[in-house]
């Protein structure tokens, strides 16, 4: 285990925690909308824009007359306030469609455009109205409705980058926060699962099952410590982010290792496991969080009993639909006395939680930052329970 992982574990309280607790990681970081951004045309509209065009309109009796001023800025920031709610409206449609920050530039020009084409009709719209009804003398003359029209495009370019630099600013922010949590619950599920593999029942059991099988079965011996190598060497890889990205890992690769970790548990519990993996090649580029799959494997097997007269069956495979791709693991549900099923948001206190509450907070931070899983549907996992079997449902990232 490297310094880095143990300097964090040290900080990590292994123990679950509150419901409200346990959310607030992956909750706190609040969405990046251009709110902020808008504030600036509230700010700078009465304070520079709307007194300048309204001195244009009417003239030295804007600011000389007490009730012209007045008349005159009620409706000019009637105006205002219908140009900004329109502008609200369209460029949160524009971060819906472009959020990211690699997506700087389509997005500041469709809002420059939503801009460009807004505020000039409002402006039009005012002078008309000045116009037609000559308010407070106004005469109309072409040369002033021009130098409103440029005045409002250097506002516009002004109003755009003080909107794209708050927002890009908070994105990147907001960004580096889910980074820096998403590492931490990495780290902690890789801990967990390094620490259920190291700890002294587990290797006991090991090495018990390849003690039993030196004498009687030397072959067999050889293949259990090959396959026993081959989990340690992928929890350490996986430790170390030798996997992938450290992130995410292909399906393929998750299946090899569970079929490795499945043969210790076969040594040990004989006819009382079984293991069905009905997944076509096509789905093996899919990709999901390392390690996922051993953490719910460990669970059926901890709170199941595990005989030949009552085998442990678990099963993997796809489901597919026009939403998304998803990869169920389920296991005949044969509780033992006492135990019961941990939901990630109950308030049920049981040692498998902090596994299953671990994979929904990497799901939740992975999301944020990939594409989705599938295509449109779950992007979290699921879990189903009847009295006959218990399931969780995983989607699946796109290759």
Not at 98 to 105: F, H, I, N, R, T
Not at 230 to 241: A, E, F, H, M
Request: with cysteine; glycine share 6%; net charge positive.
């Amino acid at each position: 285990m490297n310094s880095r992982l143990k300097h964090i574990i040290s900080k990590l309280p292994f123990r679950r925690l509150p419901k409200h607790q346990q959310n607030a990681t992956v909750h706190n970081t609040i969405p990046v909308t251009q709110k902020e951004g808008l504030r600036w045309h509230v700010l700078l509209m009465p304070m520079v824009f709307i007194p300048l065009v309204s001195y244009w309109l009417v003239g030295p009796a804007y600011f000389s007359d007490g009730k012209i001023f007045l008349q005159a800025s009620l409706l000019n920031y009637f105006l205002t306030g219908c140009c900004v709610l329109t502008l609200d409206t369209l460029t949160q449609k524009v971060i819906r469609q472009y959020p990211g920050l690699d997506q700087s530039a389509a997005r500041a020009g469709r809002t420059f455009l939503v801009f460009f084409l807004v505020t000039p009709s409002y402006l039009v719209v005012g002078i008309f109205i000045y116009s037609y009804f000559h308010l407070f003398g106004f005469q109309h003359t072409p040369g002033l409705t021009t130098r409103i029209l440029l005045y409002n495009v250097g506002f516009n370019i002004l109003s755009v980058g003080i909107d794209e630099t708050v927002y890009s600013l908070r994105k990147w922010r907001e960004n580096a926060l889910e980074r820096e949590e998403l590492e931490k619950v990495t780290l902690q599920s890789q801990y967990e699962s390094l620490k259920h593999q190291v700890n002294p029942h587990f290797l006991f059991n090991s090495l018990n099952s390849l003690s039993s099988l030196i004498a009687d079965e030397p072959q067999q011996a050889e293949h259990f410590v090959d396959e026993m190598a081959k989990v340690y060497r992928y929890l350490l890889q996986t430790n170390n982010g030798q996997e992938g990205n450290g992130e995410l890992t292909t399906l393929a690769t998750e299946l090899d290792f569970i079929e490795s970790y499945f043969h210790l548990l076969k040594t040990r519990y004989r006819a009382g496991i079984e293991l069905q993996i009905e997944i076509d090649r096509e789905y093996m580029t899919y990709r999901l969080p390392p390690l996922a799959l051993q953490m719910l494997v460990e669970n059926a097997v901890k709170h199941n009993v595990i005989s030949n007269r009552k085998p442990l069956l678990l099963e993997l495979f796809i489901q597919q639909d026009q939403a998304a791709t998803n990869l169920l693991i389920r296991n005949n549900l044969q509780r033992k006395i006492g135990a019961t099923i941990h939901l990630p948001d109950s308030n049920r206190d049981t040692s498998n939680g902090v596994g299953l509450t671990n994979i929904t907070a990497k799901y939740r931070l992975l999301n944020r930052n990939k594409a989705g899983a599938g295509k449109t549907g779950i992007t979290e996992p699921a879990i189903l329970c009847d009295d006959h079997y218990f399931t969780v449902v995983l989607p699946l990232f796109l290759p």
